[in-house]
C-alpha cells in the first residue's frame, strides 16, 4: 500500500487530504510545517509528498529540494495558495526543483486523487 506524507500549516486541509486519501485506502501520515515534514521522511519511508510551499518553520520549497537529493525516487505534488502572482511564481519554482505535479488551492480534489493515482498507483 502506498505512503503518503501530507504536509500543510492549514489544519482544515491537512485534515481534508487525510481523509481523502484514506478513504482511497492509502496510509496518511500528516505534519503541520516544512520541518516537521522533512523529519518523518528521515525517519519513515513513503512514496509520495504532498506539499503546501508557504509554511512557517521551513517552507515547501526547501522541503521539495531537500526531498529531491535525499529520496530521488520519492513523487511529489506542490500546492500553494498564497495569491495569484505568487502562487504561479512559486509553483513554476517547485516544478524547475522536482516537483512531479503542482496545484493552486483551492483545487478539485477528484483531479488530486487522479495525479496521486498516477504517481503512485491505486491503494
Known sequence: MPRILVTDDDPELRSMLQTLLELQGYDVEVAEDGWVGSKKLREESFDLLITDIVMPNQEGLESIIQARRKYPDLKIIAM????????????????????????????????????????????
Request: charged share 25%.
Open 80 to 123: 500553494s495558495g498564497a495569491g495569484k502572482t505568487s502562487t504561479e511564481v512559486y509553483l513554476r519554482v517547485a516544478e524547475n526543483v522536482g516537483a512531479d505535479a503542482v496545484y493552486q488551492k483551492p483545487f478539485d480534489p477528484k483531479v488530486l486523487l487522479e495525479k496521486v493515482q498516477e504517481l503512485v498507483g491505486p491503494a
